[in-house]
Protein backbone atom coordinates (compact mmCIF):
# COMPACT_ATOMS: atom_id res chain seq x y z
CA UNK A 1 0.00 0.00 0.00
CA UNK A 2 1.34 3.85 -0.94
CA UNK A 3 1.54 5.71 1.95
CA UNK A 4 2.21 9.67 1.88
CA UNK A 5 4.82 11.28 4.25
CA UNK A 6 2.66 11.54 7.32
CA UNK A 7 1.78 7.98 7.07
CA UNK A 8 -1.58 8.29 5.55
CA UNK A 9 -2.46 5.36 2.95
CA UNK A 10 -3.16 7.37 -0.65
CA UNK A 11 -5.30 4.75 -2.17
CA UNK A 12 -7.78 1.65 -1.16
CA UNK A 13 -6.46 -1.91 -0.39
CA UNK A 14 -6.57 -3.64 -3.18
CA UNK A 15 -7.37 -6.54 -0.78
CA UNK A 16 -9.43 -5.20 1.51
CA UNK A 17 -13.33 -6.25 1.62
CA UNK A 18 -13.11 -8.90 -1.20
CA UNK A 19 -15.88 -11.56 0.51
CA UNK A 20 -17.81 -9.83 2.56
CA UNK A 21 -21.23 -9.20 2.83
CA UNK A 22 -23.28 -6.75 1.55
CA UNK A 23 -25.66 -7.24 4.77
CA UNK A 24 -24.25 -4.54 7.77
CA UNK A 25 -24.82 -4.49 11.10
CA UNK A 26 -27.04 -1.24 11.14
CA UNK A 27 -29.20 -1.96 8.29
CA UNK A 28 -27.74 1.32 6.35
CA UNK A 29 -25.63 0.51 3.12
CA UNK A 30 -22.70 3.58 3.27
CA UNK A 31 -24.56 6.19 4.09
CA UNK A 32 -27.62 5.77 2.96
CA UNK A 33 -29.51 5.21 6.62
CA UNK A 34 -31.91 2.62 7.07
CA UNK A 35 -34.73 4.04 8.24
CA UNK A 36 -37.38 2.16 10.44
CA UNK A 37 -40.97 3.41 10.76
CA UNK A 38 -41.72 6.57 12.97
CA UNK A 39 -43.72 4.04 15.08
CA UNK A 40 -40.61 1.75 15.58
CA UNK A 41 -37.90 4.86 16.41
CA UNK A 42 -40.71 7.19 18.45
CA UNK A 43 -41.10 6.71 22.04
CA UNK A 44 -44.41 7.52 23.73
CA UNK A 45 -42.79 9.40 26.99
CA UNK A 46 -40.76 11.79 24.68
CA UNK A 47 -42.38 14.95 22.79
CA UNK A 48 -39.77 17.32 20.76
CA UNK A 49 -42.08 20.48 22.23
CA UNK A 50 -42.13 20.85 26.32
CA UNK A 51 -45.17 23.04 27.14
CA UNK A 52 -45.90 23.64 30.92
CA UNK A 53 -49.06 21.35 31.72
CA UNK A 54 -52.26 23.49 31.75
CA UNK A 55 -53.91 24.21 34.92
CA UNK A 56 -57.24 25.69 35.91
CA UNK A 57 -59.51 24.86 33.18
CA UNK A 58 -62.78 22.73 33.82
CA UNK A 59 -62.78 19.73 31.62
CA UNK A 60 -65.32 20.49 28.73
CA UNK A 61 -65.15 16.49 27.05
CA UNK A 62 -68.43 15.67 28.80
CA UNK A 63 -67.24 12.50 30.31
CA UNK A 64 -65.22 11.74 27.26
CA UNK A 65 -61.91 12.53 28.16
CA UNK A 66 -59.05 9.50 26.95
CA UNK A 67 -58.84 6.98 29.25
CA UNK A 68 -54.81 6.39 28.47
CA UNK A 69 -52.34 7.36 25.65
CA UNK A 70 -53.08 6.75 22.31
CA UNK A 71 -49.71 6.16 21.55
CA UNK A 72 -48.58 8.82 19.43
CA UNK A 73 -44.99 8.18 18.65
CA UNK A 74 -42.64 11.16 20.22
CA UNK A 75 -39.32 12.36 18.80
CA UNK A 76 -36.95 15.24 19.86
CA UNK A 77 -36.67 17.53 16.71
CA UNK A 78 -33.36 16.78 15.41
CA UNK A 79 -34.79 12.84 15.68
CA UNK A 80 -38.49 13.95 13.27
CA UNK A 81 -35.82 16.04 11.13
CA UNK A 82 -33.90 13.34 10.55
CA UNK A 83 -36.77 10.57 10.33
CA UNK A 84 -38.02 12.57 7.52
CA UNK A 85 -35.35 13.73 5.68
CA UNK A 86 -34.45 10.03 5.75
CA UNK A 87 -37.80 9.30 3.74
CA UNK A 88 -37.39 11.82 1.30
CA UNK A 89 -33.84 10.34 0.51
CA UNK A 90 -35.58 7.48 -0.49
CA UNK A 91 -38.39 8.68 -2.90
CA UNK A 92 -37.33 8.83 -6.44
CA UNK A 93 -38.00 12.12 -8.22
CA UNK A 94 -37.35 13.90 -11.95
CA UNK A 95 -34.83 16.24 -9.83
CA UNK A 96 -32.81 12.85 -8.85
CA UNK A 97 -32.87 10.93 -12.40
CA UNK A 98 -34.63 10.13 -15.98
CA UNK A 99 -37.92 9.08 -14.93
CA UNK A 100 -39.12 6.92 -18.64
CA UNK A 101 -42.62 6.04 -16.79
CA UNK A 102 -44.91 6.23 -19.75
CA UNK A 103 -47.87 8.07 -20.41
CA UNK A 104 -46.92 9.91 -17.30
CA UNK A 105 -44.57 12.63 -19.21
CA UNK A 106 -42.12 13.33 -16.12
CA UNK A 107 -40.75 16.41 -17.65
CA UNK A 108 -38.42 18.67 -15.82
CA UNK A 109 -40.15 21.23 -13.59
CA UNK A 110 -38.04 24.90 -14.34
CA UNK A 111 -37.02 26.28 -10.66
CA UNK A 112 -38.89 29.59 -12.06
CA UNK A 113 -42.09 27.61 -12.17
CA UNK A 114 -41.62 27.06 -8.01
CA UNK A 115 -40.73 31.29 -7.43
CA UNK A 116 -43.73 32.08 -9.00
CA UNK A 117 -45.86 29.65 -7.64
CA UNK A 118 -44.82 30.88 -3.90
CA UNK A 119 -45.30 34.90 -4.35
CA UNK A 120 -47.08 35.62 -1.47
CA UNK A 121 -50.42 37.02 -4.10
CA UNK A 122 -50.53 33.27 -5.27
CA UNK A 123 -49.33 31.24 -2.20
CA UNK A 124 -51.44 33.25 0.41
CA UNK A 125 -54.49 33.68 -0.89
CA UNK A 126 -57.63 32.38 0.55
CA UNK A 127 -60.32 31.21 -1.73
CA UNK A 128 -63.04 32.80 0.72
CA UNK A 129 -60.95 36.51 0.22
CA UNK A 130 -63.23 39.12 -1.57
CA UNK A 131 -62.59 39.31 -4.97
CA UNK A 132 -61.44 42.53 -5.42
CA UNK A 133 -58.30 41.54 -3.17
CA UNK A 134 -56.93 38.57 -5.28
CA UNK A 135 -57.31 40.76 -8.89
CA UNK A 136 -54.11 38.74 -10.00
CA UNK A 137 -54.88 35.44 -9.15
CA UNK A 138 -57.95 36.11 -11.03
CA UNK A 139 -55.88 36.87 -13.91
CA UNK A 140 -53.59 34.48 -13.82
CA UNK A 141 -56.85 32.03 -13.87
CA UNK A 142 -58.34 33.87 -16.75
CA UNK A 143 -55.23 34.36 -19.14
CA UNK A 144 -54.35 30.64 -18.12
CA UNK A 145 -57.96 29.66 -19.79
CA UNK A 146 -56.96 32.02 -22.76
CA UNK A 147 -53.79 30.04 -23.20
CA UNK A 148 -55.52 26.40 -22.87
CA UNK A 149 -58.73 27.38 -24.85
CA UNK A 150 -56.58 28.93 -27.84
CA UNK A 151 -54.25 26.09 -27.64
CA UNK A 152 -57.07 23.56 -27.93
CA UNK A 153 -59.28 25.96 -30.04
CA UNK A 154 -62.08 25.58 -28.33
CA UNK A 155 -64.38 27.93 -26.59
CA UNK A 156 -64.41 27.19 -22.92
CA UNK A 157 -62.63 25.92 -20.03
CA UNK A 158 -63.60 25.02 -16.34
CA UNK A 159 -60.28 24.72 -14.82
CA UNK A 160 -61.50 23.78 -11.13
CA UNK A 161 -60.77 19.96 -12.05
CA UNK A 162 -58.29 18.65 -9.63
CA UNK A 163 -56.66 15.77 -11.87
CA UNK A 164 -56.99 14.22 -14.86
CA UNK A 165 -59.52 11.92 -13.91
CA UNK A 166 -61.62 14.64 -12.54
CA UNK A 167 -61.18 16.42 -16.07
CA UNK A 168 -62.65 13.34 -17.53
CA UNK A 169 -65.62 13.04 -14.86
CA UNK A 170 -66.34 17.02 -15.65
CA UNK A 171 -66.17 16.18 -19.07
CA UNK A 172 -68.43 13.30 -19.51
CA UNK A 173 -70.96 15.05 -17.02
CA UNK A 174 -71.15 17.76 -19.26
CA UNK A 175 -71.97 15.21 -21.66
CA UNK A 176 -74.55 13.47 -19.97
CA UNK A 177 -76.27 17.00 -19.20
CA UNK A 178 -76.07 17.79 -23.41
CA UNK A 179 -77.74 14.52 -23.31
CA UNK A 180 -80.55 14.97 -21.11
CA UNK A 181 -81.53 18.89 -22.20
CA UNK A 182 -81.63 17.06 -25.70
CA UNK A 183 -84.55 14.53 -23.58
CA UNK A 184 -81.90 11.75 -24.99
CA UNK A 185 -81.72 9.72 -21.61
CA UNK A 186 -81.39 6.57 -23.20
CA UNK A 187 -77.90 7.24 -24.69
CA UNK A 188 -76.34 5.70 -21.63
CA UNK A 189 -73.36 4.08 -24.19
CA UNK A 190 -69.53 4.62 -24.19
CA UNK A 191 -67.26 3.45 -26.62
CA UNK A 192 -63.57 2.79 -25.31
CA UNK A 193 -60.78 1.56 -27.69
CA UNK A 194 -58.84 -1.63 -25.07
CA UNK A 195 -55.80 0.50 -25.20
CA UNK A 196 -57.26 3.14 -23.27
CA UNK A 197 -56.28 4.17 -19.49
CA UNK A 198 -58.39 2.66 -16.67
CA UNK A 199 -59.59 6.06 -15.69
CA UNK A 200 -61.90 6.09 -18.86
CA UNK A 201 -64.38 3.20 -18.21
CA UNK A 202 -64.17 4.11 -14.61
CA UNK A 203 -65.01 7.11 -15.48
CA UNK A 204 -67.93 6.51 -18.11
CA UNK A 205 -69.35 3.55 -15.39
CA UNK A 206 -69.53 5.88 -12.81
CA UNK A 207 -71.50 8.94 -14.74
CA UNK A 208 -73.82 5.91 -15.65
CA UNK A 209 -72.87 5.18 -18.49
CA UNK A 210 -72.16 1.49 -19.82
CA UNK A 211 -68.96 0.90 -21.41
CA UNK A 212 -68.36 -0.90 -24.69
CA UNK A 213 -64.57 -1.52 -26.16
CA UNK A 214 -63.31 -1.54 -29.25
CA UNK A 215 -60.62 -2.90 -30.67
CA UNK A 216 -57.46 -2.28 -32.35
CA UNK A 217 -55.78 -2.71 -35.86
CA UNK A 218 -52.61 -4.57 -36.70
CA UNK A 219 -50.82 -1.78 -36.98
CA UNK A 220 -52.37 0.00 -33.29
CA UNK A 221 -54.93 2.07 -34.19
CA UNK A 222 -58.73 2.39 -33.47
CA UNK A 223 -60.11 -0.96 -35.57
CA UNK A 224 -62.71 1.78 -37.36
CA UNK A 225 -65.21 -1.18 -38.87
CA UNK A 226 -65.61 -2.39 -35.49
CA UNK A 227 -66.26 1.03 -34.12
CA UNK A 228 -69.03 1.27 -36.74
CA UNK A 229 -70.87 -2.09 -36.18
CA UNK A 230 -70.49 0.09 -32.26
CA UNK A 231 -72.53 3.05 -33.04
CA UNK A 232 -76.20 3.46 -32.68
CA UNK A 233 -79.27 5.57 -31.27
CA UNK A 234 -78.37 4.56 -27.82
CA UNK A 235 -74.76 5.67 -28.16
CA UNK A 236 -73.19 8.91 -25.58
CA UNK A 237 -69.94 9.20 -27.42
CA UNK A 238 -66.69 7.57 -27.22
CA UNK A 239 -63.54 8.22 -25.25
CA UNK A 240 -60.68 8.14 -27.34
CA UNK A 241 -57.13 8.94 -26.64
CA UNK A 242 -54.87 11.22 -29.08
CA UNK A 243 -52.23 10.47 -29.52
CA UNK A 244 -52.91 6.92 -27.36
CA UNK A 245 -51.50 4.94 -25.06
CA UNK A 246 -49.71 2.90 -27.85
CA UNK A 247 -47.76 6.21 -28.55
CA UNK A 248 -49.70 6.30 -32.01
CA UNK A 249 -51.19 8.86 -33.67
CA UNK A 250 -54.89 8.10 -34.21
CA UNK A 251 -55.09 8.97 -38.16
CA UNK A 252 -58.75 8.56 -38.82
CA UNK A 253 -59.75 10.73 -36.12
CA UNK A 254 -61.87 13.47 -38.03
CA UNK A 255 -63.43 10.41 -39.90
CA UNK A 256 -63.89 8.69 -35.92
CA UNK A 257 -65.27 12.37 -34.73
CA UNK A 258 -67.95 12.84 -37.90
CA UNK A 259 -69.08 9.14 -37.18
CA UNK A 260 -69.72 9.52 -33.77
CA UNK A 261 -71.61 12.94 -34.71
CA UNK A 262 -73.28 11.64 -36.88
CA UNK A 263 -74.68 8.58 -34.72
CA UNK A 264 -75.58 11.84 -32.16
CA UNK A 265 -72.68 11.28 -29.76
CA UNK A 266 -70.00 13.37 -28.38
CA UNK A 267 -66.82 12.68 -28.72
CA UNK A 268 -64.39 12.99 -25.55
CA UNK A 269 -61.12 13.35 -26.32
CA UNK A 270 -58.26 12.24 -23.39
CA UNK A 271 -56.01 15.15 -23.69
CA UNK A 272 -53.10 13.54 -21.54
CA UNK A 273 -50.99 12.82 -24.11
CA UNK A 274 -51.29 16.79 -25.34
CA UNK A 275 -47.63 16.89 -24.74
CA UNK A 276 -46.54 15.63 -28.38
CA UNK A 277 -49.22 17.86 -29.95
CA UNK A 278 -49.42 21.19 -28.22
CA UNK A 279 -48.74 23.68 -30.84
CA UNK A 280 -49.01 21.51 -33.87
CA UNK A 281 -52.64 20.39 -33.82
CA UNK A 282 -55.67 22.02 -31.94
CA UNK A 283 -57.83 19.22 -30.77
CA UNK A 284 -61.31 21.42 -31.26
CA UNK A 285 -60.00 21.26 -35.46
CA UNK A 286 -60.10 17.74 -35.05
CA UNK A 287 -64.21 17.59 -33.75
CA UNK A 288 -63.26 16.94 -30.25
CA UNK A 289 -66.24 18.20 -27.46
CA UNK A 290 -64.77 17.68 -24.57
CA UNK A 291 -60.70 16.97 -23.11
CA UNK A 292 -59.01 17.54 -20.06
CA UNK A 293 -55.49 18.87 -20.28
CA UNK A 294 -53.11 17.66 -17.65
CA UNK A 295 -51.27 20.46 -16.49
CA UNK A 296 -49.18 18.61 -14.65
CA UNK A 297 -47.85 16.61 -17.25
CA UNK A 298 -48.05 19.12 -20.43
CA UNK A 299 -46.87 22.30 -18.68
CA UNK A 300 -44.92 20.26 -15.97
CA UNK A 301 -45.30 21.39 -12.31
CA UNK A 302 -44.70 18.40 -10.19
CA UNK A 303 -46.55 15.66 -9.52
CA UNK A 304 -46.60 11.86 -8.71
CA UNK A 305 -47.78 9.81 -5.99
CA UNK A 306 -51.05 10.79 -6.52
CA UNK A 307 -50.74 14.26 -6.24
CA UNK A 308 -50.97 17.32 -6.64
CA UNK A 309 -52.60 17.84 -10.36
CA UNK A 310 -54.92 19.79 -12.19
CA UNK A 311 -57.11 18.91 -15.05
CA UNK A 312 -58.85 21.40 -17.01
CA UNK A 313 -61.46 20.75 -19.16
CA UNK A 314 -62.36 22.35 -22.56
CA UNK A 315 -65.50 21.71 -24.39
CA UNK A 316 -66.79 22.73 -28.02
CA UNK A 317 -69.29 24.86 -28.76
CA UNK A 318 -71.99 22.59 -28.36
CA UNK A 319 -71.05 21.36 -24.33
CA UNK A 320 -69.85 24.78 -23.10
CA UNK A 321 -73.38 25.45 -22.28
CA UNK A 322 -73.10 23.17 -19.51
CA UNK A 323 -69.41 23.74 -18.35
CA UNK A 324 -69.55 23.30 -14.25
CA UNK A 325 -68.97 26.55 -11.87
CA UNK A 326 -67.68 28.41 -10.90
CA UNK A 327 -66.71 30.13 -13.88
CA UNK A 328 -64.35 33.14 -14.39
CA UNK A 329 -65.60 36.57 -16.15
CA UNK A 330 -64.84 40.14 -16.57
CA UNK A 331 -67.55 42.21 -14.87
CA UNK A 332 -68.95 45.79 -17.06
CA UNK A 333 -66.73 48.12 -14.37
CA UNK A 334 -63.79 46.02 -15.89
CA UNK A 335 -62.96 43.57 -12.59
CA UNK A 336 -62.56 40.01 -13.16
CA UNK A 337 -65.08 38.26 -11.04
CA UNK A 338 -65.96 34.30 -10.24
CA UNK A 339 -69.53 33.39 -11.81
CA UNK A 340 -70.33 31.06 -8.91
CA UNK A 341 -74.39 30.85 -9.12
CA UNK A 342 -76.17 29.10 -12.05
CA UNK A 343 -79.12 31.97 -12.17
CA UNK A 344 -75.74 34.29 -12.93
CA UNK A 345 -74.65 31.66 -15.86
CA UNK A 346 -75.32 31.63 -19.40
CA UNK A 347 -76.59 28.42 -20.40
CA UNK A 348 -77.17 25.22 -17.65
CA UNK A 349 -74.08 24.29 -15.61
CA UNK A 350 -74.26 21.14 -14.54
CA UNK A 351 -73.15 21.65 -11.30
CA UNK A 352 -69.63 21.99 -9.63
CA UNK A 353 -66.90 19.73 -9.17
CA UNK A 354 -65.25 21.12 -5.86
CA UNK A 355 -65.98 23.48 -3.01
CA UNK A 356 -63.43 26.26 -4.28
CA UNK A 357 -62.10 26.88 -7.74
CA UNK A 358 -58.68 24.26 -8.39
CA UNK A 359 -55.48 24.21 -7.82
CA UNK A 360 -53.94 27.54 -7.80
CA UNK A 361 -50.34 26.62 -7.44
CA UNK A 362 -50.97 24.41 -10.52
CA UNK A 363 -52.33 26.95 -12.53
CA UNK A 364 -49.71 29.56 -11.25
CA UNK A 365 -47.16 27.09 -12.71
CA UNK A 366 -48.57 26.50 -15.72
CA UNK A 367 -49.19 29.80 -16.79
CA UNK A 368 -45.47 30.62 -15.48
CA UNK A 369 -44.20 27.33 -17.99
CA UNK A 370 -46.51 28.94 -20.95
CA UNK A 371 -45.19 32.14 -20.73
CA UNK A 372 -41.49 31.63 -20.47
CA UNK A 373 -41.77 29.14 -23.38
CA UNK A 374 -44.24 31.27 -25.65
CA UNK A 375 -46.27 29.88 -29.06
CA UNK A 376 -43.01 28.68 -29.93
CA UNK A 377 -41.35 27.29 -27.52
CA UNK A 378 -44.02 25.26 -26.56
CA UNK A 379 -44.33 23.92 -30.13
CA UNK A 380 -40.94 22.69 -29.83
CA UNK A 381 -41.15 21.08 -26.19
CA UNK A 382 -43.67 18.87 -28.17
CA UNK A 383 -41.30 18.45 -31.20
CA UNK A 384 -38.61 17.74 -29.32
CA UNK A 385 -40.89 15.01 -27.21
CA UNK A 386 -41.53 13.32 -30.21
CA UNK A 387 -37.88 13.28 -31.73
CA UNK A 388 -36.63 12.22 -28.09
CA UNK A 389 -38.57 9.18 -28.19
CA UNK A 390 -38.07 8.32 -31.73
CA UNK A 391 -34.49 8.62 -30.77
CA UNK A 392 -34.90 6.24 -28.16
CA UNK A 393 -36.83 3.73 -30.36
CA UNK A 394 -34.03 4.01 -33.19
CA UNK A 395 -31.59 2.77 -30.66
CA UNK A 396 -33.27 0.26 -29.07
CA UNK A 397 -35.33 -1.61 -32.09
CA UNK A 398 -32.41 -3.79 -33.03
CA UNK A 399 -32.12 -5.03 -29.16
CA UNK A 400 -35.92 -4.76 -27.99
CA UNK A 401 -39.27 -5.42 -29.85
CA UNK A 402 -41.61 -2.45 -31.12
CA UNK A 403 -44.69 -3.13 -30.11
CA UNK A 404 -45.77 -1.71 -34.14
CA UNK A 405 -43.86 -0.68 -37.13
CA UNK A 406 -43.02 2.71 -37.74
CA UNK A 407 -42.08 5.41 -35.60
CA UNK A 408 -43.89 6.64 -32.60
CA UNK A 409 -45.18 9.97 -30.78
CA UNK A 410 -43.86 10.62 -27.67
CA UNK A 411 -43.22 7.63 -26.22
CA UNK A 412 -42.05 4.51 -27.21
CA UNK A 413 -44.04 1.07 -26.67
CA UNK A 414 -42.31 -2.33 -26.60
CA UNK A 415 -43.56 -5.99 -25.90
CA UNK A 416 -41.69 -8.90 -24.31
CA UNK A 417 -40.91 -10.94 -27.75
CA UNK A 418 -37.36 -9.88 -27.25
CA UNK A 419 -36.97 -11.79 -23.92
CA UNK A 420 -38.84 -14.93 -25.41
CA UNK A 421 -37.02 -18.10 -24.12
CA UNK A 422 -34.64 -16.12 -21.95
CA UNK A 423 -36.57 -17.12 -18.09
CA UNK A 424 -36.60 -13.53 -18.23
CA UNK A 425 -39.60 -11.60 -17.95
CA UNK A 426 -41.20 -7.91 -18.55
CA UNK A 427 -41.07 -7.29 -14.46
CA UNK A 428 -37.25 -8.79 -14.09
CA UNK A 429 -36.19 -6.40 -16.67
CA UNK A 430 -37.86 -3.80 -14.83
CA UNK A 431 -36.36 -4.49 -10.99
CA UNK A 432 -32.65 -4.67 -12.86
CA UNK A 433 -33.21 -1.56 -14.48
CA UNK A 434 -33.17 -0.11 -10.68
CA UNK A 435 -30.00 -2.00 -9.81
CA UNK A 436 -28.73 0.33 -12.70
CA UNK A 437 -30.26 3.67 -11.16
CA UNK A 438 -32.83 3.96 -13.50
CA UNK A 439 -36.53 4.36 -12.50
CA UNK A 440 -38.42 1.69 -14.73
CA UNK A 441 -40.63 2.47 -17.69
CA UNK A 442 -44.36 2.05 -17.34
CA UNK A 443 -44.84 -2.06 -17.53
CA UNK A 444 -47.61 -4.04 -18.52
CA UNK A 445 -49.70 -1.26 -19.76
CA UNK A 446 -51.30 -0.29 -22.50
CA UNK A 447 -53.14 -3.94 -21.92
CA UNK A 448 -53.11 -4.26 -25.95
CA UNK A 449 -49.41 -5.47 -25.70
CA UNK A 450 -48.10 -8.79 -24.38
CA UNK A 451 -45.65 -7.82 -21.45
CA UNK A 452 -45.41 -4.15 -22.55
CA UNK A 453 -42.76 -1.57 -21.74
CA UNK A 454 -43.65 1.98 -22.78
CA UNK A 455 -40.89 4.53 -22.50
CA UNK A 456 -41.94 8.44 -22.42
CA UNK A 457 -38.37 10.34 -21.89
CA UNK A 458 -39.82 13.81 -22.56
CA UNK A 459 -38.20 16.73 -24.23
CA UNK A 460 -36.36 17.74 -20.95
CA UNK A 461 -33.95 15.12 -21.10
CA UNK A 462 -30.13 15.74 -23.14
CA UNK A 463 -29.01 13.34 -25.87
CA UNK A 464 -26.36 12.28 -23.98
CA UNK A 465 -28.41 11.56 -20.76
CA UNK A 466 -30.62 9.41 -23.52
CA UNK A 467 -27.57 7.79 -24.62
CA UNK A 468 -27.24 6.38 -21.47
CA UNK A 469 -30.37 5.15 -21.15
CA UNK A 470 -30.51 3.30 -24.30
CA UNK A 471 -26.52 2.27 -23.45
CA UNK A 472 -28.06 0.68 -20.42
CA UNK A 473 -31.29 -0.85 -22.09
CA UNK A 474 -29.18 -2.68 -24.80
CA UNK A 475 -26.50 -4.19 -22.04
CA UNK A 476 -29.45 -5.48 -20.22
CA UNK A 477 -30.98 -6.59 -23.32
CA UNK A 478 -28.02 -8.19 -24.51
CA UNK A 479 -27.37 -9.92 -21.39
CA UNK A 480 -30.75 -11.24 -20.96
CA UNK A 481 -30.20 -12.94 -24.69
CA UNK A 482 -27.09 -14.07 -23.20
CA UNK A 483 -28.42 -16.06 -20.58
CA UNK A 484 -27.43 -14.15 -17.65
CA UNK A 485 -30.81 -14.44 -16.00
CA UNK A 486 -29.56 -14.53 -12.68
CA UNK A 487 -28.73 -11.12 -13.15
CA UNK A 488 -32.59 -10.56 -13.29
CA UNK A 489 -34.16 -12.92 -10.92
CA UNK A 490 -32.28 -11.35 -8.42
CA UNK A 491 -32.77 -7.77 -8.71
CA UNK A 492 -33.18 -5.55 -7.53
CA UNK A 493 -29.48 -6.43 -5.16
CA UNK A 494 -29.56 -2.25 -4.45
CA UNK A 495 -32.88 -1.52 -3.42
CA UNK A 496 -33.60 -0.79 0.15
CA UNK A 497 -36.63 -2.99 -0.45
CA UNK A 498 -36.26 -6.60 -2.95
CA UNK A 499 -39.22 -7.70 -4.42
CA UNK A 500 -42.61 -7.16 -2.42
CA UNK A 501 -46.15 -9.28 -2.83
CA UNK A 502 -47.52 -6.42 -4.98
CA UNK A 503 -51.25 -8.36 -5.56
CA UNK A 504 -51.22 -8.80 -1.83
CA UNK A 505 -50.63 -4.93 -0.81
CA UNK A 506 -53.05 -3.79 -3.54
CA UNK A 507 -55.48 -6.72 -2.46
CA UNK A 508 -55.25 -6.49 1.39
CA UNK A 509 -53.71 -3.29 2.23
CA UNK A 510 -52.59 -3.14 5.62
CA UNK A 511 -52.74 1.05 6.73
CA UNK A 512 -52.24 0.77 10.41
CA UNK A 513 -49.04 -0.07 11.94
CA UNK A 514 -49.21 -2.94 14.24
CA UNK A 515 -46.18 -4.11 15.96
CA UNK A 516 -44.28 -7.31 14.86
CA UNK A 517 -46.39 -10.04 15.35
CA UNK A 518 -49.51 -8.28 16.37
CA UNK A 519 -52.47 -9.36 15.14
CA UNK A 520 -54.57 -6.23 15.07
CA UNK A 521 -53.52 -2.31 14.74
CA UNK A 522 -52.05 -0.71 17.79
CA UNK A 523 -55.30 0.17 19.69
C1 LIG B 1 -52.32 10.31 -16.53
C2 LIG B 1 -53.43 9.87 -17.41
C3 LIG B 1 -54.77 9.98 -16.99
C4 LIG B 1 -55.18 10.38 -15.59
O1 LIG B 1 -54.66 11.57 -15.14
P1 LIG B 1 -54.49 11.83 -13.57
O2 LIG B 1 -54.03 13.23 -13.47
O3 LIG B 1 -53.48 10.85 -13.08
O4 LIG B 1 -55.82 11.60 -12.93
C5 LIG B 1 -55.75 9.64 -17.89
N1 LIG B 1 -55.46 9.19 -19.12
C6 LIG B 1 -54.18 9.05 -19.55
C7 LIG B 1 -53.91 8.55 -20.95
C8 LIG B 1 -53.13 9.37 -18.71
O5 LIG B 1 -51.86 9.23 -19.10
Given at each position: ??M??I??????????????????F???????????????????D????????????????????????C??????E???????V???????A?D?????????T???????????????????????????????????????A?????????????????A????????????????D?????????????????????????Q???????????????????????????????I???????????????????????????????D???F?????????????V??????L???F?????????????????????????????????DGA???I????D????P?GR???F????????R???????H????????????V?NA????A?????M??????????????D???L?????????????M????????T????????????I????????Q???????????????????????????P??????????????R??????R?????T???
Open positions: MTNTGRPTAPDANAGASVSEETSGSKGLAQAEPLIFERGRTVTGVDLPAPSGRADRLGGLKRQKSGLPGLAPEALRHYRLSQKNYILGLYPLGSCMKHNPRLNERVARLPGFADVHPLQPEETVQGALAVMDELHWLTTLTGMPAVALSPKGAHGELCGMLAIRAALARGETKRRRVLVPDSAHGTNPATAVCGFTVEEIGHTADGRVDLDDLKSKLGDDLAGMLTNPSTCGLFEREIIQIADLIHEAGGYFYCGANNAIMGRVRPGDLGDAMHINHKTSTPHGGGGPGAGPTVFSEALAPYAPLPRVTRGALQFEEDDAEGAFLCAHGQMGMFTALTYMLSGADGLRQAAEDALNYLLRLRHVTPAFEGTCMHEALFDRFKGTGVETLDFAKAIDEGYHPMMYFPLVVHGALLEPTETESKGLDRFADTLIDLAEGAKAGDAARFKSARFAPMKRLDETQAAKPVLAWPAGAEAQS
